[in-house]
């Protein structure tokens, strides 16, 4: 095979040389007047009168904030599957299907050409900010593992599919890359996650793998069943669509033969949104040149009559916006449904604090998805244990004038009896120190009780999952579940699953 790392690098030059560059204000602007103006045409861009619009402050006047619902209802439903010159010119040739993570409501995201570009460009930034890094890597010398779903689309019209958005970026790789890719195509088709990992298994064993892209839970369940070493030529992992920081630990044994980097990334299916130009931990780099325009809202404002819009040009860090965007396949100050905070610095940065959803607030309690990650962390730290997956809700029960919070937690080994309630308390001591919300009504006589842990088996989330129909893919273990249904599935298969049994 020959490496293709010398062409990379070379590519890699020219583009850090013009990031270097980028005015951010600058960029943006003209990235939202480009997608304004290619709109134009379109039912939704003159509904909106887009060629009214000269600045950043004409489109905010004119679009207003939706959501997928609104989105749905007002513009696609009627024309579903086919959406031609609808919010985006020309025929739409993709629908990436996508669930909620809490609630599991189904998605259809339009995927334009002009967006499969667009992601192929980030794709290229990811391995652009890897060789700044590691300048001796040669990650394009072997092959590269996309762990996805299944990559089958279905046809759901004439000249439109539909299925997982691994399958369409599976669907556009050019014929020239293909011999660098892996899993063989007729592989990558499979459909039952079990099956896939049972032959992906076996035919890795002896491959080249340079570069592994897929969902931690996931990506490591694959990793600790082929065993190590494992790949000792890898060279760089990137992960997003969840926190990383629960997996840290159970990654760093099987990473370190191989000495490959992780970077992170910040992916959706509406568009591709940052990049982990340094290290962990401090900021992902916005990709402001790529098809995407980035508003932000503070999230205490998102369901107000007239919420604060701001932009690149002036957010601020260390508050908490909920991201809004402006895509090249027809989305329109669109509500993402993720949380982010700037750090300070230039260029600007930011974290993925969680989603609008992964809150729990049921007693006045105001937990962040942040917030409760941080203490479930700090709790396994405190009990010499290590987090596999955990999930979390409340429960008010009948009669009572208190309630609690619900912890399910897998932990990657049995732990020992004495843990579990070194875990417990303080579990319930880190909500409290994160929260002064918490804190309080953890104090009053009308609030709430201790959380309620129940420990399962190694592998209970999995099993849920598949339950569920949610093994595997791009589909995320919920962190902090909202819908009563969904809570009282995953907590009556806890029972029959929990260690006490």
């Not at 669509?241 to 990334?265: C, K, M, Q, W």
């Not at 009948?398 to 020992?416: K, W």
Request: with cysteine; aromatic share 10%; hydrophobic share 40%.
């Amino acid at each position: 095979m020959i490496d293709a790392t010398p062409w990379l690098r070379l590519y890699a030059r020219r583009r850090l040389a013009s990031l270097a560059r980028e005015d951010p204000a600058q960029v943006q602007q003209a990235t939202l007047l480009e997608l304004v103006r290619r709109a134009a045409a379109t039912r939704f861009g003159r509904d909106h009168d887009f060629h009214r619009i000269r600045s950043v402050a004409d489109y905010q006047a004119r679009v207003r904030l939706r959501q997928y619902a609104d989105f749905w209802s007002e513009y696609w439903q009627q024309s579903y599957p086919r959406l031609d010159n609808v919010t985006w010119p020309g025929p739409i040739p993709y629908l990436a299907f996508t669930s909620g993570t809490s609630s599991g409501s189904s998605k259809y995201i339009p995927v334009s050409r002009a967006m499969v570009k667009a992601n192929r460009r980030a794709a290229m930034d990811v391995l652009v900010h890897h060789l700044a890094h590691c300048p001796a890597s040669r990650v394009l010398g072997g092959r590269s593992f996309i762990l996805g779903g299944s990559t089958a689309l279905v046809k759901v019209a004439e000249g439109v599919a539909q299925g997982d958005l691994s399958g369409i970026i599976a669907n556009e790789i050019p014929w020239l890359a293909r011999p660098y890719t892996f899993p063989p195509r007729e592989e990558a088709l499979e459909a039952d996650w079990e099956t896939k990992m049972a032959r992906l298994t076996r035919l890795a064993a002896g491959q080249d793998i340079r570069f592994i892209s897929g969902t931690p839970s996931w990506v490591l369940a694959f990793l600790e069943r082929m065993g190590r070493p494992v790949f000792p030529r890898l060279e760089l992992y990137v992960h997003g669509g969840v926190s990383f920081r629960p997996y840290e630990d159970r990654f760093a044994p099987i990473l370190a033969g191989s000495h490959a980097e992780t970077r992170e990334v910040y992916p959706a299916s509406e568009g591709f949104i940052a990049i982990a130009d340094r290290g962990n931990g401090q900021g992902l780099r916005p990709l402001l040149d790529n098809g995407l325009f980035l508003e932000f809202v503070p999230r205490e404002e998102l369901f107000a009559a007239q919420p604060t819009r701001h932009w690149i040009a002036d957010v601020q860090p260390g508050l908490d916006y909920a991201v809004i965007l402006t895509t090249c396949a027809g989305l329109f100050s669109y509500v993402l449904g993720d949380t982010v905070r700037f750090v300070a610095g230039k260029p600007p940065r930011l974290l993925v604090t969680g989603r609008l959803g992964y809150q729990l607030n049921v007693f006045g309690e105001h937990l962040s998805g942040e917030q409760i990650e941080d203490a479930v962390i700090s709790a396994a730290a405190a009990a010499e244990l290590t987090v596999a997956e955990f999930a979390a809700g409340a429960r008010f029960p009948a009669g009572s004038p208190r309630g609690h919070h619900i912890f399910v937690v897998e932990f990657s080994q049995i732990p020992a009896p004495h843990a579990v309630p070194v875990f417990e308390r303080h579990l319930d001591s880190a909500l409290c120190a994160g929260s002064l919300d918490y804190r309080e009504r953890r104090n009053v006589d009308v609030g709430l009780d201790a959380p309620e842990v129940t420990v399962v088996r190694p592998g209970f989330f999995a099993s849920w999952m598949k339950r569920r129909g949610r093994l595997g893919g791009q589909n995320k273990v919920p962190r902090v579940i909202s819908d009563e249904g969904l809570l009282a599935s995953l907590t009556q298969a806890a029972q029959d699953s929990s260690l006490a049994q």
